[in-house]
T-cell receptor, first 115, second 113 residues
Framework: AQTVTQSQPEMSVQEAETVTLSCTYDTSESDYYLFWYKQPPSRQMILVIRQEAYKQQNATENRFSVNFQKAAKSFSLKISDSQLGDAAMYFCAYRSAAGRRALTFGSGTRLQVQP | GAGVSQSPRYKVTKRGQDVALRCDPISGHVSLYWYRQALGQGPEFLTYFNYEAQQDKSGLPNDRFSAERPEGSISTLTIQRTEQRDSAMYRC???????????FGQGTRLTVV
């Protein structure tokens, strides 16, 4: 079974600064997807960024980018120019490319943004 | 619909009562997933459907939990004889097909008293 580990329960960043959230995962599969979801106080789940394991290029979405290290099974999220609206819980998630397609989530990192 | 809709948003029930949680996925989405999220934790998989077929129910914690999607659209998660430990946020997500991103509903917060 796949597992996802987020070792930082809480992180804090100053507005306009850069922060990196860590995620590691364990799998025996070679083809899969990785995601970062944001959960603001409204408790909605919002997809931030997605990475296909077969792609070597790291995904980027505006101020959000990932550092995907397949051999190390690491998938960190970098938020540049942090904004107050970035304050939320962030969940890393894994999904197989075959078989069961459900998401396996980490336990989350709470990000605080200081003005 | 425009997004995944779940109802009710909040449900308080007495221990021992049955509850039914509803999920209305995005129109045309093939796959529908149910997750449960405890406070301070990530969502955990319960079950999922492709069309009306329940493909995997390995995440259902016990036989008090069941789910159906009879016409391949709206789904109902039923919890019989609720217990306090069932209190959590129950989330539904749908995907257009098995390889596309999941869209989540707002969730149903269930409190068993």
């Amino acid at each position: 079974a796949q597992t996802v580990t987020q070792s930082q329960p809480e992180m804090s960043v100053q507005e306009a600064e850069t922060v990196t959230l860590s995620c590691t995962y364990d799998t025996s599969e070679s083809d899969y997807y990785l995601f970062w979801y944001k959960q603001p106080p409204s408790r909605q789940m919002i997809l931030v960024i997605r990475q296909e394991a077969y792609k070597q290029q790291n995904a980027t979405e505006n101020r959000f980018s990932v550092n995907f290290q397949k051999a190390a099974k690491s998938f960190s999220l970098k938020i540049s120019d942090s904004q107050l609206g970035d304050a939320a819980m962030y969940f890393c998630a894994y999904r197989s490319a075959a078989g069961r397609r459900a998401l396996t989530f980490g336990s989350g990192t709470r990000l605080q943004v200081q003005p | 619909g425009a997004g995944v809709s779940q109802s009710p948003r909040y449900k308080v029930t007495k221990r021992g009562q049955d509850v039914a949680l509803r999920c209305d996925p995005i129109s045309g989405h093939v796959s529908l997933y149910w997750y449960r999220q405890a406070l301070g934790q990530g969502p955990e998989f319960l079950t999922y459907f492709n069309y009306e077929a329940q493909q995997d129910k390995s995440g259902l914690p016990n036989d008090r939990f069941s789910a159906e999607r009879p016409e391949g659209s709206i789904s109902t998660l039923t919890i019989q004889r609720t217990e306090q430990r069932d209190s959590a946020m129950y989330r539904c997500a749908s995907t257009r097909d098995s390889n596309t991103e999941a869209f989540f509903g707002q969730g149903t917060r269930l409190t068993v008293v």
